[in-house]
């Protein structure tokens, strides 16, 4: 067997070590904080494809991914006896007149890039009246998009991992064969100290969790806003990105902003109580992909880190091509997402 030392227990961390161990890898996790102390430990996710055209291999991997989250997550909680808070229950988007040639033109394109399996379509806003802004009379949905509860998915990965025999531990235990750093934005920032150049920077995002059943409906999206409902009774909303911040898990007026959009935007929002404020740090590499593959100066070690705000949404694929790189030499790696062409954008930049 082969032993792997995975350094960080967010979302790439752990589905990296889940392949890993899928495939008989002796695998030990270690994070002096712990899983879902970081990004990954949020309350909003949204598992939301690209729009389907200008198909390029970041879009073909992310659906992919999506495509394999079901059964991904399924059998996470089948494992772990936890729920993920996972349902693919689709998207709506408000309508308007300029936006209805696109999203036609959209509809073909999803018959071809989603292979018939899925569908981006115009529908009748009228059932979901009580929660779109006044006066839409159409709504482009697609039946895609999944939500899930990252903090409880977490938790129940680290555990699934744990019915393995992956040890989660705050220090390294053994002498591993490879390494794999999956640690974040504070990952980004020592990488880029480490090759003097920046490959990538953290974005703080803030997001509430309010009190409000939903029940098991779409999740919408207005404007860069997400609303989410989950199935414990709550609907999350968020998030800001904010490359300027003093606070990096503080909460501030940007958020009250965010929740007065969201209760302006759903009306069975306006008086939903506040029942938790959110803020974090999360990973964005300089090619706005993930970032994956072998270290390019270190034998052995290799990175998982740039999700942003799509890590969840790929994880599932994360994980089956870092394990088949590290345990197999077999390189399905897109492009856009290794280090070195994140070294290219920061030369470029």
């Known amino acids: 067997m082969?032993?792997?030392?995975?350094?960080?227990?967010?979302?790439?961390?752990?589905?990296?070590?889940?392949?890993l161990a899928g495939r008989g890898a002796e695998v030990e996790v270690v994070d002096p904080w712990g899983p879902a102390s970081g990004a990954s430990g949020g309350i909003v996710g949204a598992l939301a494809p690209h729009v389907p055209e200008n198909w390029n291999d970041?879009?073909?991997?992310?659906?992919?991914?999506?495509?394999?989250?079901?059964?991904?997550w399924s059998r996470i909680e089948e494992v772990s006896r936890r729920s993920t808070g996972y349902a693919r229950l689709g998207r709506i988007q408000p309508l308007n007149e300029e936006s209805e040639a696109l999203a036609k033109a959209r509809t073909r394109g999803a018959e071809?890039?989603?292979?018939?399996?899925?569908?981006?379509?115009?529908?009748?806003?009228?059932?979901?009246s009580d929660r779109l802004p006044e006066g839409t009379a159409k709504v482009i949905f697609d039946n895609l998009t999944a939500r899930?509860?990252?903090?409880?998915?977490?938790?129940?990965?680290?555990?699934?991992?744990?019915?393995l025999g992956v040890r989660i531990v705050d220090k390294p235990k053994q002498?591993?064969?490879?390494?794999?750093?999956?640690?974040?934005?504070a990952g980004l920032a020592a990488l880029s100290a480490e090759l003097d150049q920046p490959v990538g920077n953290a974005v703080k995002g803030q997001a509430a969790l309010l009190g409000c059943d939903l029940g098991a409906s779409p999740q919408i999206f207005v404007d860069g806003l997400h609303i989410i409902p989950h199935d414990d009774g709550t609907v999350a909303v968020g998030s800001?990105?904010?490359?300027?911040?003093?606070d990096a898990t503080g909460t501030d007026a940007q958020l009250d902003e965010v929740i007065t959009r969201a209760r302006?935007?759903?009306?069975?929002?306006?008086?939903?109580?506040?029942?938790?404020?959110?803020?974090?740090?999360?990973?964005?590499?300089?090619?706005r992909a993930p970032m994956l593959g072998p270290h390019p100066h270190r034998l052995h070690v290799?990175?998982?880190?740039?999700?942003?705000?799509?890590?969840?949404?790929?994880?599932?694929?994360?994980?089956?091509?870092?394990?088949?790189?590290?345990?197999?030499?077999?390189?399905?790696?897109?492009?856009?997402?290794?280090?070195d062409a994140n070294l290219r954008k920061a030369t470029e930049a």
């Not at 970041?58 to 991904?72: C, M, T, V």
């Not at 009306?267 to 999360?282: D, F, H, K, Y």
């Open 2 to 19: 082969a032993r792997v030392t995975v350094f960080g227990a967010g979302i790439f961390g752990l589905s990296v070590a889940w392949a």
């Open 58 to 72: 970041k879009k073909a991997f992310q659906f992919e991914s999506l495509d394999r989250g079901e059964a991904f």
């Open 112 to 128: 071809t890039f989603w292979e018939g399996r899925y569908t981006w379509r115009i529908e009748d806003a009228a059932p979901y």
């Open 148 to 163: 899930i509860h990252p903090r409880r998915a977490i938790f129940a990965l680290a555990q699934a991992l744990r019915e």
């Open 175 to 185: 002498t591993p064969e490879f390494e794999v750093w999956a640690t974040g934005a």
């Open 240 to 246: 800001t990105s904010e490359r300027d911040f003093e």
């Open 264 to 287: 302006a935007l759903c009306p069975a929002l306006r008086n939903a109580p506040v029942l938790e404020r959110w803020a974090a740090l999360r990973p964005r590499a300089k090619s």
């Open 302 to 339: 290799f990175i998982a880190n740039g999700g942003f705000k799509i890590g969840f949404g790929m994880a599932p694929q994360v994980g089956e091509v870092m394990a088949d790189l590290i345990l197999e030499g077999r390189d399905r790696i897109p492009g856009s997402f290794r280090v």
